[in-house]
């Protein structure tokens, strides 16, 4: 069990350039999470996925889209990168099935991706 | 911000002393949860509160929950050096797939 896989580990851009951020979990999971972190504050969420076909906005969408491309991965999309968008970005995965508040309330973390946007 | 706050935002301790963390939120939950992060890594999910308990062990990690006052506190007793690692809360969003974290403590566990 790999639990959640993230690709690339370290990346540098160069502004306007585009990226995609690829995430998979292999425990069979419906919710899929892209997150944020920066220091002094905390983890942001960018995008989620509660299920195979669906996806929705966070806190920070803005300069990023995603694709839930099956149940395993979902991966993040820098279309043009800003400097702004200098962050770890984690991908996490949720048990259960419904809203977050129910049963299964744990995420699992991936080892994030360090990103650097000159 | 919906983010919730942690306090202190650091804490420096001797090997074996007790560390307690505390956690604030803004609304109604069902449960809370702990997450712990070493340097360079993601977060590994620790212990989860249910909203009707008032406290809960795990080994070393006893957590409580006062929902009257929002707060949550996490104590790691008899702490070790490998306990060195940032430690955040984590409330469900109510009516939402999403979660809201806390901005964390950074815990240093001097041996």
């Known amino acids: 069990n790999a639990g959640v896989t993230q690709t690339p580990k370290f990346q540098v851009l160069k502004t306007g350039q585009s990226m995609t951020l690829q995430c998979a979990q292999d425990?069979?999971?419906?919710?899929m999470y892209w997150y944020r972190q920066d220091p002094g504050m905390g983890l942001r969420l960018i995008y989620y996925s509660a299920s195979e076909g669906t996806t929705d906005k966070g806190e920070v969408p803005n300069g990023y889209n995603v694709s839930r491309l099956n149940k395993r991965e979902f991966s993040l999309r820098l279309e043009s990168a800003a400097p702004s968008q200098t962050s770890v970005y984690f991908c996490?995965?949720?048990?259960?099935?419904?809203?977050?508040?129910?049963?299964?309330?744990?995420?699992?973390f991936g080892p994030g991706t360090r990103l650097t946007v000159l | 911000s919906q983010q919730g706050e942690e306090d202190p935002q650091a804490l420096s301790i001797q090997e074996g002393e007790n560390a307690t963390m505390n956690c604030s939120y803004k609304t109604s939950i069902n449960n809370l949860q702990w997450y712990r992060q070493n340097s360079g890594r993601g977060l590994v999910h620790l212990i989860l509160i249910r909203s009707n308990e008032r406290e809960k062990h795990s080994g070393r990690l006893r957590v409580t929950l006062d929902t009257s006052k929002k707060s949550s506190s996490l104590l790691i007793t008899a702490s070790r050096a490998a306990d060195t690692a940032s430690y955040f809360c984590a409330t469900p969003a109510s009516g939402t797939y999403k979660y809201i974290f806390g901005t964390g403590t950074r815990l240093k566990v001097l041996a």
């Open positions: 425990m069979n999971h419906n919710s």
């Open positions: 996490a995965s949720r048990t259960g099935a419904g809203l977050a508040g129910g049963r299964g309330d744990t995420q699992y």
